[in-house]
Structure formats: C-alpha cells, structure tokens
C-alpha cells in the first residue's frame, strides 16, 4: 500500500500537543481520522487579502484594458464583447421603410416592400458602411432618381411599374446597380426590324433631350457592320447622328460643329445583342457604354444631345438622309427610365407621353417589321 506522509506543525481545530503524522488510515498510526476545516469568507482580512472566497455580482471594474493585459479578447464587427445589448454579426436582413439608404449589412438590408415598395428620390447614406455592404429596394416610380450616380449598372428600370433595386457598395465607396422588374409576358412585345433595303424610322412628336446625368439606352443587334448602324439623331439638321459607324467605331455628329468617333475595344459582332447607353454627364461631356463598359470623354460640343428621329440620319422636315439607316433589330429605347417596349404591331408606340410614329419610306406595311419576343 502507498502512503502519503503530511507533517502538521500547528495545532489542528485548535487542538494542541506534539507533532503527529497524518497516516492514510489515521493519526500515528491510530483510527482517529483528522478533519481540516477551511476558513469561511468572514475568517479572512479582507483589508490585506483579496478575498477569494466571496461569492457575488461582478461590480464590472475591469476595463477593456485590464481584461487585454490578462487575456486578448477579440471584437465582433469591430465593437468590443463589453457592455450591454447585442452585437450584429450579420446573418439576419433588416426591413425598413425609408429612403434613406444604408450599407451596414453584408447579408442584405431591404427597404420597402412588394407590397408597399418605395417612391420618389433614394438618398444613398454611407453612415457605418461596410465593405460589400448591400440594400435591396423594391421601388415605383416614374424615373430612377438617386441621388448619387452609380459606378456600374447592370437591368433596365421600367417606370411606374415594380423594381427590385440591388444596390452593393465597394471598399472605395463605389456602387454597383443590378435592376430586377416583375416577369414580363413577353408573349405581349416585338422586336422591330429595320434594314437598310427600305428605309425605316421611328419620328417622335417632341423632342427628348438629354440633359445634365440623364441617358438614351437602346438594346438593339445588327445584321451587319459593314455599313453604318444610325440610333438616333435631332431630326432638324442634315446628316446628324450618333451611330455604330463599323465594328470597331462609334460615331457622332452635330451639323454645324463637326464630327468625332470613340474606338470600340472589344469590337462589335452581327446578330448580338447589346445595351448602349449614352450619359450626359453634368453638361461638360458625354460618356458612352456598350454593356456597361464606359468609354469617356465624349466632346458635348460634337454631340447631338436633343434627339427626335431614330434608326436614320436626319433632314429637315424629319426626311430621311442619303440612305444611312439601321440595319438590325430594336427590343426597346429608354429615355432617362421612360420606356418604350413595342407592344403592338401598329405603326404608332408611347415613349413617356411622347408618341412615336414608325415609318417606311417604300410604303411598306409597318406590321410586317415586327417578331414575337419569344
């Protein structure tokens, strides 16, 4: 059998006498077990010793310095584990019904609803941003007005019907815009068809300009490239355009002041689609994008910014000029979010409360130009 072997030098229990050994089965030897006591909380001095033994509420004297200097504690969202409340460490999506636009949750705050989606101007707040920070907005309206520009968009915006907006902000303070509408029965819309064989136009009752960070977006593909595809163009002046002069040019005129192209990189196919897009950018230039890649620098002096006719160069009188026409196919032009979609095979289409009228310079039946979106 082991023994452990314990000498007492101080009187146990108060009990004093010689030095005894504690045995495993005794004291010297003998049946008497030995009991030790521990002190209680009220047998220590607490004037010189901490006491260790009290039981109670942590007074909370420590600081977030003390508790570092004994052990590193790590924070959540950058806020310290201290105080009182909860901590957002993401996972959960916020609802609000405001216009003002927050970017503190990576896992998606919405704002609106289906139901009840939002109107009028969005403000974008970068208070508490954080990196990939990211809003979804249901929203109706008649225009896409925020308030900040965005640095990339993806989507087209349908006035006065339901968009979901998803708006992601980067580390530099960036936007990135995705639109997302309801499901559009298709089966209801055409795409419009024009070639050059027979000159087809589409001439507006009003002029739309485009003024200061407004746009014309168009989403077209063309049949060929060899010869220039005109988009748009004032209607008033002879041979007054913007236009995809070949695959690898974008071209641009105004009548009286000359005329200017952009270098296309990568260079356009046939029978592709494309979204472009022409920004006026505070009224001292003009930008250009084809599929949301941006060429810059546009010269608002060259730049034909008030447009009525489109598909066709420009005369007087909205006659048609030389034989420069479009060659290709039209799903839909966006005014500055007042949409044309082609929901009928007539001769006659709403853009905002503009009408625009389709023309054939041989007479042919307009209807015969259109194909069911499939």
Not at 100 to 112: A, L, M, P
Request: charged share 15%.
């Amino acid at each position: 059998m082991a023994f452990v072997r314990v000498v007492i030098q101080k009187p146990i229990n108060g009990v004093s006498g010689g030095v005894q050994t504690v045995m495993g089965d005794g004291v010297g030897g003998t049946s008497t077990n030995v009991v030790m006591v521990f002190p209680n909380a009220d047998q220590v001095d607490d004037s010189t010793t901490t006491n260790k033994f009290a039981i109670g509420t942590n007074t909370g004297d420590e600081t977030t310095g003390t508790i570092q200097t004994k052990r590193p504690l790590k924070t959540v969202n950058s806020q310290s584990i201290e105080g009182t409340g909860n901590i957002d460490v993401g996972g959960v999506s916020n609802v609000y019904e405001s216009n003002t636009i927050t970017f503190t949750n990576t896992t998606s705050d919405y704002f609106g609803k289906k139901e009840t989606p939002l109107t009028g101007e969005l403000i974008l707040d970068d208070t508490g941003a954080v990196t990939a920070g990211t809003a979804i907005v249901y929203y109706n309206n008649a225009t896409l007005n925020i308030d900040t520009d965005v640095s990339f968009e993806s989507g087209s915006f349908i006035p006065n019907e339901l968009n979901q907006l998803i708006i992601v902000r980067d580390a530099d303070g960036f936007y990135t815009l995705g639109i997302i509408n309801e499901k559009i029965p298709f089966s209801g819309f055409y795409y419009l068809n024009v070639n050059s064989n027979d000159i087809v136009y589409g001439s507006l009752d009003n002029t739309f300009t485009i003024f200061d960070n407004q746009y014309l977006e168009m989403k077209v593909k063309f049949d060929t490239l060899a010869t220039p595809n005109i988009l748009a163009g004032s209607g008033s002046r002879t041979n007054t355009y913007s236009r995809i002069t070949d695959a690898s040019t974008f071209g641009y005129r105004e009548h009286f002041s000359g005329s200017d192209t952009v270098a296309l990189l990568p260079t356009l196919s046939v029978d592709t689609w494309y979204t472009i897009r022409i920004l006026n950018n505070n009224g001292v230039d003009f930008s250009l994008f084809v599929d949301g890649l941006e060429y810059t620098g546009l010269n608002s002096a060259l730049f034909v910014s008030a447009y009525k006719q489109f598909f066709c160069s420009n005369a007087d009188n909205l006659v048609p000029y030389n034989t420069e026409s479009m060659n290709g196919s039209i799903e839909y032009i966006d005014f500055n979010g007042s949409m044309m979609r082609f929901d009928n095979t007539s001769d006659t289409h709403m853009l905002g409360s503009n009408t625009m009228t389709i023309k054939s310079i041989s007479g042919v039946d307009v209807s015969t130009l259109f194909t069911p979106i499939p």
